[in-house]
């Protein structure tokens, strides 16, 4: 039987409270952002962006990432009460959450992230989400890229100052008045493929491409 999400946690003033704090503490970083131009103009230019990331780092972008409200981008949230609530927070900052997961929904998100993409022209994933293993990229990334003409655009995020959490994915909280980094990689051009074998090394390019960003402590 599914778990319910708790109805404290998930509700509407309890996720508008968590969306506060998070934009309040968020506000302490002394933010600096490398290399946006090139994805941006991709997409005035009448490209589709894929963003990407590991589920380690995502917390530290949130508060730049309010300024692409505009493009109301699409994000996959997984149907936990995790992802209940992260959702809550996502769509405060004015993203468009797609529920689902490799481990419940997944196709179905899967494919109304593909028609949201094509329509609106940027979209978010997280690559190794939510469950891991750390490291690994899940094929769901390069098929979303694959289904919507669109180009991944990998992005790191760093804090000279931060936590990390004994977690599967040692998740990442950068410290009040942190200096945090926020990186967006080259393009990286996703090709259509025939194969298995052709489909799993365009993964594995992409892995390598990030894998050097990852702290596994």
Known sequence: MAKKNHPILTSDITLTLIYRCIRGYSS???MSVENENVWMNHVKNGGVVLLCCWHQQFF?????FQNYRPYRPPLMISR?????????????TGWDPVRGSSSKGGRDALHEMIDRLKERRVAAHIVDGPRGPIGIIKPGAIRLAQES???IIPFYTSADRAWYFNSWDHFMIPKPFARVTIRFGDIFPVRQTSTEEEFEQQRLD?????LDSLITK
């Open 28 to 30: 302490t970083f002394r």
């Open 60 to 64: 530290s972008a949130i508060r730049h």
């Open 80 to 92: 936990s009460t995790d992802g209940e609530v992260i959702a809550g927070v996502a769509s405060r």
């Open 149 to 151: 003409n669109a180009v």
């Open 206 to 210: 992409l892995e390598k491409t990030m």
